[in-house]
């Protein structure tokens, strides 16, 4: 028997719906409604809902995600095919904060289990980070780190994990060049990761253009007690193994101090909370990521701060964020991350369009505009109170753009520098994500991924689609999960597995 045809129409403008069946639909399915289909149409992709001229918009979220490459009849799938890429929206003439929303009742008694800094910051983890400020070492540290996890940390129970912050920068790079300062500036604020607890130490290598010095943070003197650094090519070092010595030395100090430190009760206030999505689909803009916003709201609402990004997957949905700026030098902030992203892109020779994967076409996405106008929805619905460039720690608490790449790993890894404590990542397609320095709760927008990747999704936001439960729902499911897993209470599952990927520093500078 054929099961009954379900689609999702988001706004009543909208000329097409997407189809929720996860078989998809085959030509001839009646829809409610009366609509007859033309032709088989998978799950999430389109289908016209009504005539569509040539050159017509093709309207869905209530705005045009392209316009007919020719005439669409009612009931045809609308393929990527058939949509024509529109303009982008024109920064001049965006309107900057005129439509703030108007404040949620606070939400109070909420709290987690956290490590408490020094510096007022609050960690959901207890980690050692060691620094590396080139690309050299990175083999010695990864050595080093697997010596210390198999025979310190067991000494040391209160310390959740080690973890060396390995890149590839440091040398054979315009060290000085203007845009340098964005992978410097991760750099530094990697070490200054709430997670990590303040225990800065830094492997170098000696003869790097990246000094060690330069990853401290602003304004500290190099201390071998406050902040150790070592070199290898130190001539007190005679072979590997007084290096590796040297650096265990130095580790377990750092790890006697952060095994002092015990989980407390924290206001929920004190959370730092990223979100991104990766393998986005369909599916993306009408459950994982409106459930993520409801969530990203309750955190706001709590006190909290949380961080949306992706440069090109904002892009296209501007329009929908600058009215939103909490006043006008923050909606300068945005218009003006956006613009040196275009000028990036254009000097690669490449535009936004370029943003769009196989799979999230496969997955339903005819452009990067359809992309975009749903991804930007899991930024709830509060002020966005601050902007940061690529690398920046945040300072303001409430809804934040912090302005990087929509790369999984290069986000994540700037989000980390920004001082992201948790992640939540939305996913349609799937993917094994995840953060050594920060859990990650991964949430699936369609219930058939979430089922068959049972053991890599936390989250089931593919019951929205069906009717199975409301965004509300999810939302709050997603909001407790963050203060279960902030305590150390849960785990996620990537990191159950211990899958996390490697650091990825964005670096728009030239390499010599």
Same mark, same amino acid.
Not at 9 to 23: C, K, P, Q, Y
Not at 232 to 256: N, T
């Given at each position: 028997?054929?099961?009954?045809?379900?689609?999702?129409?988001?706004?009543?403008?909208?000329?097409?719906?997407?189809?929720?069946?996860?078989?998809?639909?085959?030509?001839?399915?009646?829809?409610?409604?009366?609509?007859?289909?033309?032709?088989?149409?998978?799950?999430?992709?389109?289908?016209?809902?009504?005539?569509?001229?040539?050159?017509?918009?093709?309207?869905?979220?209530?705005?045009?995600?392209?316009?007919?490459?020719?005439?669409?009849?009612?009931?045809?799938?609308?393929?990527?095919?058939?949509?024509?890429?529109?303009?982008?929206?024109?920064?001049?003439?965006?309107?900057?904060?005129?439509?703030?929303?108007?404040?949620?009742?606070?939400?109070?008694?909420?709290?987690?289990?956290?490590?408490?800094?020094?510096?007022?910051?609050?960690?959901?983890?207890?980690?050692?980070?060691?620094?590396?400020?080139?690309?050299?070492?990175?083999?010695?540290?990864?050595?080093?780190?697997?010596?210390?996890?198999?025979?310190?940390?067991?000494?040391?129970?209160?310390?959740?994990?080690?973890?060396?912050?390995?890149?590839?920068?440091?040398?054979?790079?315009?060290?000085?060049?203007?845009?340098?300062?964005?992978?410097?500036?991760?750099?530094?604020?990697?070490?200054?990761?709430?997670?990590?607890?303040?225990?800065?130490?830094?492997?170098?290598?000696?003869?790097?253009?990246?000094?060690?010095?330069?990853?401290?943070?602003?304004?500290?003197?190099?201390?071998?007690?406050?902040?150790?650094?070592?070199?290898?090519?130190?001539?007190?070092?005679?072979?590997?193994?007084?290096?590796?010595?040297?650096?265990?030395?130095?580790?377990?100090?750092?790890?006697?101090?952060?095994?002092?430190?015990?989980?407390?009760?924290?206001?929920?206030?004190?959370?730092?909370?990223?979100?991104?999505?990766?393998?986005?689909?369909?599916?993306?803009?009408?459950?994982?990521?409106?459930?993520?916003?409801?969530?990203?709201?309750?955190?706001?609402?709590?006190?909290?701060?949380?961080?949306?990004?992706?440069?090109?997957?904002?892009?296209?949905?501007?329009?929908?964020?600058?009215?939103?700026?909490?006043?006008?030098?923050?909606?300068?902030?945005?218009?003006?991350?956006?613009?040196?992203?275009?000028?990036?892109?254009?000097?690669?020779?490449?535009?936004?369009?370029?943003?769009? +994967?196989?799979?999230?076409? /496969?997955? @339903?996405?005819?452009?990067?505009?359809?992309? $975009?106008?749903?991804? =930007? #929805? !899991?930024?709830?619905?509060?002020?966005?109170?601050?902007?940061?460039?690529?690398?920046?720690?945040?300072?303001?608490?409430?809804?934040?753009?912090?302005?990087?790449?929509?790369?999984?790993?290069?986000?994540?890894?700037?989000?980390?520098?920004?001082?992201? +404590?948790?992640?939540?990542? /939305?996913? @349609?397609?799937?993917?094994?994500?995840?953060? $050594?320095?920060?859990? =990650? #709760? !991964?949430?699936?927008?369609?219930?058939?991924?979430?089922?068959?990747?049972?053991?890599?999704?936390?989250?089931?936001?593919?019951?929205?689609?069906?009717?199975?439960?409301?965004?509300?729902?999810?939302?709050?499911?997603?909001?407790?999960?963050?203060?279960?897993?902030?305590?150390?209470?849960?785990?996620?599952?990537?990191?159950?597995?211990?899958?996390?990927?490697?650091?990825?520093?964005?670096?728009?500078?030239?390499?010599?």
């Amino acid at each position: 028997m054929q099961p009954k045809p379900l689609l999702i129409r988001v706004h009543l403008d909208d000329n097409v719906a997407i189809v929720i069946n996860e078989d998809g639909l085959p030509a001839g399915t009646i829809c409610p409604g009366g609509l007859a289909l033309r032709e088989n149409i998978p799950q999430g992709h389109k289908v016209a809902l009504c005539q569509i001229p040539e050159g017509a918009p093709i309207t869905r979220y209530g705005a045009a995600i392209g316009y007919a490459a020719r005439p669409i009849a009612a009931g045809n799938w609308v393929q990527e095919s058939l949509v024509l890429l529109p303009e982008p929206p024109v920064m001049a003439t965006l309107p900057l904060a005129t439509r703030l929303p108007a404040p949620l009742p606070p939400l109070e008694g909420y709290s987690f289990q956290g490590f408490r800094n020094a510096d007022g910051t609050v960690g959901t983890r207890n980690v050692l980070g060691i620094s590396t400020s080139v690309q050299c070492v990175a083999g010695v540290v990864d050595f080093v780190v697997a010596r210390i996890k198999h025979e310190l940390l067991p000494k040391y129970p209160n310390v959740d994990d080690v973890v060396g912050l390995n890149h590839a920068y440091g040398c054979g790079v315009a060290i000085d060049a203007p845009d340098a300062i964005i992978p410097i500036r991760t750099l530094r604020n990697l070490a200054l990761n709430p997670n990590l607890g303040g225990a800065l130490m830094v492997v170098g290598l000696g003869c790097e253009k990246l000094q060690p010095e330069r990853l401290l943070p602003e304004g500290a003197a190099a201390s071998p007690e406050d902040f150790p650094i070592l070199r290898l090519q130190d001539e007190r070092f005679h072979g590997f193994g007084e290096m590796v010595s040297a650096i265990m030395e130095m580790a377990e100090k750092r790890l006697r101090e952060l095994d002092r430190r015990r989980r407390e009760a924290c206001p929920a206030s004190a959370l730092v909370v990223g979100l991104q999505c990766g393998g986005s689909d369909a599916f993306s803009g009408v459950t994982a990521n409106p459930a993520v916003g409801f969530a990203a709201d309750l955190l706001v609402r709590a006190g909290a701060t949380v961080m949306f990004s992706e440069v090109t997957e904002v892009r296209d949905a501007i329009h929908l964020l600058t009215p939103r700026a909490a006043d006008e030098e923050v909606g300068r902030a945005l218009i003006r991350e956006i613009e040196w992203y275009d000028r990036y892109l254009e000097r690669g020779g490449a535009d936004r369009s370029a943003n769009t +994967t196989p799979g999230n076409k /496969t997955g @339903g996405l005819a452009n990067i505009v359809e992309k $975009a106008l749903g991804s =930007v #929805v !899991k930024s709830g619905s509060t002020p966005i109170v601050a902007v940061l460039s690529p690398g920046e720690r945040v300072r303001r608490k409430g809804l934040v753009f912090a302005a990087t790449p929509a790369s999984d790993f290069v986000c994540g890894t700037l989000q980390l520098a920004s001082g992201m +404590t948790l992640q939540v990542f /939305t996913t @349609g397609r799937g993917t094994p994500y995840g953060l $050594a320095m920060a859990p =990650v #709760v !991964k949430v699936a927008t369609r219930s058939a991924l979430s089922r068959r990747w049972h053991d890599l999704i936390d989250v089931d936001a593919g019951q929205i689609a069906t009717g199975a439960a409301t965004i509300e729902q999810v939302g709050w499911e997603i909001f407790h999960l963050i203060l279960e897993v902030s305590s150390g209470r849960k785990q996620t599952w990537a990191d159950r597995w211990g899958l996390h990927n490697a650091l990825t520093l964005f670096n728009p500078a030239p390499v010599t």
